[in-house]
């Protein structure tokens, strides 16, 4: 015997006999100092998830599969070898180039071992440079690789916008030519209609940061690279730009000035420029197109700038490159609000949005691709300049954009399902699948409890089953099986009149050694 917490003598081994901590609650009633400590031991975690993560389902895995595969197609038809490094790298491998700069290690997920910092990757090309910089020596220049992975951004989430995504990457490291970044462009379009985006459901937008550096320049902003200082002030107008589509005209024109204060009373402080500082950069931001205007408007307001001027010569080529590819401006087009987020970027820059159409069902959600050319990434490790370029593809707001509008798997279909007439005949039902899955047709027996057959069909809706296979006690005898066209099924009963339903026209008995014939038939005329 001992005693208890709220004093009564009570055997031991049946004090605490409950594991979810009920009997100790109730024998603990008269203190509530106790009772809390019991609430304590039997709390259970909260079935979650982090704000910005998610799951993912078997249509959503099915479909990311085929946006990989066709993308891993484009890829290597455009020249490009596979590539895979690993999750994590050290964290001064990876450098500080996201846009939040007001954080020590912003943007990244990161944890200090053995005196030294890790972290997840937060994009593709941060690793491909330390590859090519450790490998240098035995890879050809110029190296073109392609990779898919997930990424992790410590950000805030949003709508399509996850703290962990996947990337498809492809780079070209070593080329300095204006037809690499074109190149980039031409896969973008690609790659977006053969996963299903119609013209018109899309555009790629074409900036330069030589353009953007000269304007600043010109404006009288000091000389940034000299000047950490100077550098902040830069990133505050790159970032302003960057989230004019999301705050508007005059939210960027706050956020280019003094600062802007949200709905919430957050505010954020602003680049500090003069009113006619900050009506040049918004002239610049209306330039856009697809014509020979857009170049002279740009050569106008970019006019005794060094960097500007070569920004727009690049602009030029790189057009040029990508209408000889068969990429018009009704794809492709100069976009002067064009920043990407990264700071790496040196040169041209360019993104792939989905856009509404009376031709596409998939809402407009944003950037879908994007990439630019990046010079001075690889000579963070090497010392020397090595001219570089790339696209990256993100699948998860692919599968965002396609869910919101309907347009992804619903079609999708689950497979024939073989139900449980008789528990004691496994052997036969599974024989049935097995030769059905050796015929190359998905198909699975029915696992759950099987004396109810209500419950078997209710399963095959569940799972978006094409066909059902049943035999009973009649089928067996008669050497036949049933089997209900699922699809079929479900179209009648919302249309049929009482002559139609009792005529079943949606289920056939066959004989037992045509069923994968019959099954690969149903299927095939499912498929038309």
Known sequence: MRRTACGRKECAANHHRRTDGRDAELSCRGDPVARARAKKRCRRPQARLPAGFRDYVGSEIRRRRQILQVVAEVFEGFGFDPLETPAIEYLDALGKFLPDVDRPNAGVFAWKEDETWLSLRYDMTAPLARYF?????????????????????????????FRQFTQCDADTVGSGSPAADAEMIALATRILEEIGIRRGGYMVKLNNRKLLDGLLLKIGMPRFAEDPSDEAQRSTVLRAIDKLERLGSQGVRALLGPGRRDESGDFTAGAGLAIDQIDTIMAFLDVTGGGDDVLRDLEV????????????????????????????????VIDTTVVRGLGYYTGPVFEAELINSEDCEVPRVGSVAGGGRYDGLVQRF???????????????????????????????????????????????????????????????????????????????????????????????????????????????????????????????????????????????????
């Not at 005794?304 to 080529?317: C, Y």
């Not at 069923?515 to 690969?520: D, H, I, K, S």
Request: hydrophobic share 40%; aromatic share 4%; proline share 4%.
């Open 382 to 528: 090497t010392g020397q300049r090595v001219p570089a370029t790339g696209i990256s593809l993100g699948v998860d707001r692919l599968l965002a954009a396609e869910l919101e509008g309907q347009a992804a798997t619903e079609s999708t279909r689950g497979p024939v399902v073989v139900t449980i007439m008789d528990r004691h005949r496994l052997g036969d039902y599974q024989a049935m699948v097995t030769e059905l899955r050796n015929a190359d047709i998905c198909a699975e027996l029915f696992l759950g409890n099987a004396r109810n057959f209500g419950r078997q069909l209710k399963y095959a809706d569940a799972r978006r089953c094409s066909l059902a296979v049943i035999q009973g006690e009649n089928e067996l005898r008669n050497g036949t099986v049933m089997i209900k066209d699922l699809q079929l099924g479900a179209r009648i009963s919302a249309t049929a009149t009482a002559a139609e339903w009792k005529r079943r026209a949606w289920q056939q008995e066959i004989p037992r050694d045509r069923l994968v014939a019959v099954t690969r038939k149903l299927l095939a005329g499912q498929s038309g």
């Open 133 to 161: 910089a450790q490998h240098r020596a035995v890879l050809p220049s110029p190296f073109r690789r392609y990779t898919f992975g997930s990424v992790w951004r410590n950000e805030k989430p949003g709508p399509g916008r």
């Open 301 to 332: 307001l970019v006019a005794g700038s060094d960097a500007g001027a070569e920004g727009l010569a690049e602009t030029e080529a790189v057009m040029e490159l990508v209408r000889v590819q068969g990429v018009g401006p009704d794809r492709c």
